[in-house]
């Protein structure tokens, strides 16, 4: 019971400010739960954790110096690591973080096992670990490597180092079952046992899984697997808290693997995705490799941004439908300016967001929002997908995989099941990409390019835009 002790042995100062850091970390969640309240969400989150760090700082007193030197060398590594990367490459860096949770809680476990009585988690009388800091200790290393390297599969795949597309080993369901089964094995063995060969297997065996369950899986899937990964640097952290009998690290790691867990929830159903299928590692992902099938040479129409502009101007109502493109090109603002000009000329202007367009959960949100459009006039795919069959114009700025159609009906292609923005629906549809040859994410060529009802607008999104604006004026 050393650690019902322990965490009762904090000051009661403590225990109010450490309850205090939790109380605006779930401020914080509620506030990044939507654009309009997400900068207020973030600096509560800041502040909350300036409280939980300068009160674990303040508590334990010692070693000031030393943490304080890396605290400095991590917090000005983070900071120029955050103030450098391109909003577009944001989903690498935060899967390299979470790889980072994922380490850290691999190394405490292992200082925790290899000097018990110095985390105060050795029994006495027995000269052994107590038993449930072993189940802690087991859980932690365990869920920690495992969110290390699946976290740095992830960040390879992101950041093109290592193909997006799914890796499929021969017999890997059985593989993986049975690592995860020796997992938990030793884990209940551990109780019994707290040799080292048991630990340091435990270690070895969950970063082995970690790699196997990310590598089988590509294409339409890793927005889920960064989230799910989140999730997992959450639990791992609040393991490590027993250990460490913090309670601030027990309320954060649970609210972070709690919320990565309720995003991945959420992100598997607009994908049409199964959470534990995914979870279990490309289950059912038997789609081929995503390297663009053979391409066909088919007729399609090419317009120019004169032409955008004439028809845009003479519709009724225009769907804007954003993606990757736009925000590599940076195209939110002058998109917003072109759309401020349609309405005044009378046109309705609507923006679709789909769930996983871009490359982060609310990518589009947050480049919209960034450029003053109003939340009104930006809808989420089940509100707005049942309009594009009465709308004009559908204009599609560098979005791709989330319009294509082939995921409605080709049971082969890498992005089968996911629910897409019925763009084809449209009177028109202008697409605007830099050329016919380049690819989404999944690597999929896509229909609507070569559809009768479709005006191929082929150049840089922020260029075109700036043009169809001239157009216009
Ligand atoms: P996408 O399928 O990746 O397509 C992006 C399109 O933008 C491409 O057709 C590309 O064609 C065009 N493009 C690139 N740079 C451009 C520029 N400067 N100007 C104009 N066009 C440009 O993007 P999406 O439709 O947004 O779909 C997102 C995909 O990413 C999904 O497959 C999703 O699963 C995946 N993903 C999402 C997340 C997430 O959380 N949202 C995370 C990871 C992965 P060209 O090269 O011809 O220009």
Redesign the pocket.
């Known amino acids: 019971m050393a650690d019902l002790h322990e965490l009762a042995a904090t000051p009661a100062w403590a225990a109010l400010a450490y309850l205090a850091s939790g109380v605006l970390f779930i401020l914080a969640l509620r506030g990044l739960s939507s654009p309009g309240t997400s900068r207020q969400g973030n600096r509560l989150g800041m502040i909350g954790m300036l409280v939980a760090v300068a009160t674990t700082l303040v508590l334990h007193g010692t070693g000031l110096i030393q943490i304080s030197i890396a605290i400095a060398i991590g917090g000005g590594l983070g900071f120029v690591a955050a103030r450098k990367i391109a909003m577009t490459d944001m989903?690498q860096l935060v899967a390299a973080f979470h790889s980072l949770v994922g380490l850290a809680a691999v190394l405490v476990g292992v200082a925790a096992f290899l000097n018990p009585q110095a985390f105060g988690i050795l029994d006495t009388q027995t000269g052994h670990i107590h038993n449930v800091s072993r189940i802690e200790l087991g859980l932690g290393v365990a869920i920690g490597a495992i969110t290390f390297s699946g976290s740095v599969i992830a960040f390879l795949k992101?950041n093109g180092n290592m193909s997006g597309a799914p890796i499929m080993l021969p017999a890997r369901h059985v593989i993986n079952l049975g690592t995860l089964a020796a997992i938990i094995g030793l884990v209940a063995y551990f109780v019994t046992d707290d040799s080292r060969w048991v630990f340091f297997t435990i270690t070895a065996l969950s970063f082995v899984i970690g790699f196997l369950l990310i590598i089988p899986i590509g294409?339409?899937d890793?927005?889920v697997v960064?989230s799910m990964l989140n999730s997992y640097s959450g639990w791992a952290a609040a393991a490590m808290g027993f250990t460490l009998h913090n309670t601030a690290m027990i309320i954060t790691g649970a609210l972070v693997g709690s919320s990565g867990a309720i995003l991945s929830y959420i992100m598997c159903k607009a994908m049409n995705r199964s959470f534990i299928s995914v979870i279990a590692g490309g289950f059912g992902g038997e789609a081929p490799a995503a390297d663009g099938g053979e391409r066909v040479e088919r007729p399609w129409k090419r317009g120019s941004a004169d032409d955008a502009a004439f028809l845009m101007s003479q519709a009724e109502q225009v769907i804007i439908v954003p993606?990757?493109?736009m925000a590599?090109?940076q195209a939110q603002h002058v998109l917003r300016e072109m759309g401020d000009l349609l309405k005044a000329e009378g046109v309705r202007v609507k923006y679709a967001i789909?769930p996983?367009?871009?490359?982060?959960?609310g990518?589009m949100n947050v480049l919209l929002a960034e450029a003053n459009v109003s939340y009104d006039e930006v809808y989420e795919l089940e509100d707005i997908n049942s309009e594009f069959s009465q709308t004009d114009i559908a204009f599609v700025i560098?979005?791709?995989?989330?319009?294509n159609p082939a995921a409605k009906t080709d049971k082969t292609s890498p992005?089968y099941g996911m629910p897409i923005l019925d763009v084809e629906k449209a009177k028109t549809v202008l697409f605007?990409?830099?050329?016919m040859?380049?690819?989404?994410?999944?690597g999929v060529d896509n229909d609507v390019f070569y559809m009768d009802n479709t005006m191929m607008l082929l150049g840089?999104?922020k260029k075109m835009v700036e043009e169809i604006v001239k157009s216009m004026k």
């Open positions: 989903p992101l294409g339409a890793m927005p960064v993606g990757y493109g590599v090109s789909h996983v367009a871009g490359r982060m959960p990518h560098g979005a791709n995989d989330v319009t992005i605007l990409k830099r050329s040859g380049g690819v989404g994410y999944a840089d999104a």
